[in-house]
């Protein structure tokens, strides 16, 4: 059964940097949109960015600068990852990774002032 597995959350102070990555498991076509978003309470879910199979990027404004998303599709590996630097408090939300209509189940980020 295919699973998007993501890892990195956590607890940083504003202004840090933290990285989350995304594994896709099992058996799966090569794909073409991988993309994360983010979530608070109360709050629709957001795309913070996506990256195309021959790597076009996009990125929310509010991440734009600070967040990079890379991806890893060599070998049967699907795996993306994000890169936030300079954080702020504004950024602490659950990190979702999404695939080839697959969803993660998150990881909490927070971010403290």
């Known amino acids: 059964q295919v699973q998007l597995v993501e890892s990195g959350g956590g607890l940083v102070q504003s202004g840090e940097s933290l990285s989350l990555s995304c594994a896709a498991s099992?058996?799966?076509?090569?794909?073409?949109?991988m993309a994360w978003y983010r979530q608070t309470p109360g709050k629709q879910r957001e795309l913070v960015a996506y990256?195309?199979?021959?790597?076009?990027?996009?990125?929310a404004d509010s991440v734009r600068g600070r967040f990079t998303i890379s991806r890893d599709s060599a070998n049967a590996k699907n795996t993306v990852y994000l890169q936030m630097n300079s954080l702020k408090p504004d950024d602490t939300a659950v990190y979702y990774c999404?695939?080839?209509?697959?969803w993660g189940k998150g990881t909490l980020v927070t971010v403290s002032a």
């Open positions: 999404t695939a080839g209509g697959l």
């Open positions: 099992g058996s799966i076509s090569r794909i073409n949109i």
């Open positions: 990256i195309t199979r021959n790597s076009t990027t996009r990125y």
